[in-house]
């Protein structure tokens, strides 16, 4: 059978996969803002036990953190994430499980050069340059308050 370009083009357009992103944006936003939910609760929950808003800031990052990890460990938060999306991204819990998943996946080649050398396989690049965008940043808050 010949086709013409364009009658393989309307061809292809048929048989496409339609695009889900409105979907996946739903999806994202609802599971994003389930997670941040949680750690309202969280904040909450340690300021009802007497700490102040600074300390019960970072108990619950502590917490958010400690539950990606061990959700990762556990193999729960990459089904999470297939369901979820962008969601499970975006907020701590997802930092925590790009620092724990690779470490967990590499244990086998060792401590050293398995587990430390590439816990920050995925989590590097963001440190380097959310702490590389922090100085420029500051420096210009620095010179524009100078002037």
Same mark, same amino acid.
């Given at each position: ?54 300390? +019960? %800031? @970072?108990?619950?990052? *502590? !917490? ?5 990890? =061990?959700?990762? /460990? ?11 999306? +962008? %969601? @499970?991204?975006?907020? *701590? !819990? ?5 620092? =724990?998943?690779? /470490? ?11 587990? +430390?050398?590439?816990?920050?396989? *995925? ?9 590389? /965008? ?11 308050? +100078?002037?």
């Amino acid at each position: 059978m010949k086709m013409t370009n364009e009658e393989y083009k309307r061809y292809a357009e048929k048989r496409a996969p339609r695009s889900q992103t409105g979907g996946n944006m739903l999806r994202a936003f609802l599971w994003g803002g389930a997670i941040c939910c949680l750690g309202e609760f969280f904040i909450d929950f340690y300021g009802t036990l007497g700490l102040d808003a600074e300390a +019960a %800031g @970072t108990a619950c990052s *502590i !917490t958010l953190i400690f539950l990606g990890a =061990a959700l990762t /460990a556990a193999g729960v938060y990459d089904d999470l994430a297939r369901r979820a999306g +962008a %969601g @499970t991204l975006v907020p *701590i !819990t997802g930092f925590a499980n790009s620092v =724990a998943a690779p /470490a967990l996946e590499f244990k086998t080649e060792g401590f050293i050069t398995g587990t +430390a050398a590439k816990m920050f396989f *995925i989590a590097g690049p963001v440190i380097v340059y959310g702490a590389s /965008a922090s100085v420029i940043y500051g420096l210009i808050l620095l010179l524009f308050r +100078a002037v």
